[in-house]
């Protein structure tokens, strides 16, 4: 049974920094692929950052190229993405995901890679 449980979202100022984290347990443990995904009341879920087993190849949106970094630690245990500079644009919900597959890249990446995904985290950013 796959299990992601994201945390540390919540309110913040623009200009601001967060550091949601993600428990991986269950199925998790046998991705080659994590990252984050994100959904603003409205719009598609859409990918934010992804990272391969064991922490190699950090992959971002453009949207968020430069601001966020994405880690993983504990073998695969706990996911990070540490956001800075937040703008009121990412404010959305924040989905932890995992995939059986390598990380893809360029275009929808996220929807050939991150099959699975759990309870998200709230980031509100304000003006």
């Known amino acids: 049974q796959v299990q992601l449980v994201a945390s540390g979202g919540g309110p913040v100022q623009a200009g601001g920094s967060l550091r949601p984290s993600c428990a991986a347990s269950?199925?998790?443990?046998?991705?080659?692929?994590m990252g984050w995904l994100r959904q603003s009341p409205g719009t598609e879920r859409e990918g934010a950052a992804s990272?391969?087993?064991?922490?190699?190849?950090?992959y971002f949106a453009d949207s968020v190229k430069g601001r966020f970094t994405i880690s993983q630690v504990n073998a695969k245990n706990t996911l990070y993405l540490q956001m800075n500079s937040l703008k009121p644009e990412d404010t959305a919900m924040y989905y932890c995901?995992?995939?059986?597959?390598?990380?893809?890249?360029?275009?929808?990446?996220?929807?050939?890679?991150?099959?699975?995904w759990g309870r998200g985290t709230q980031v509100t950013v304000s003006s």
């Open positions: 995901a995992a995939g059986p597959s390598a990380c893809r890249y360029g275009g929808s990446w996220w929807l050939s890679t991150l099959d699975y």
């Open positions: 269950g199925y998790a443990y046998n991705s080659k692929c």
């Open positions: 990272i391969s087993t064991g922490g190699s190849s950090p």
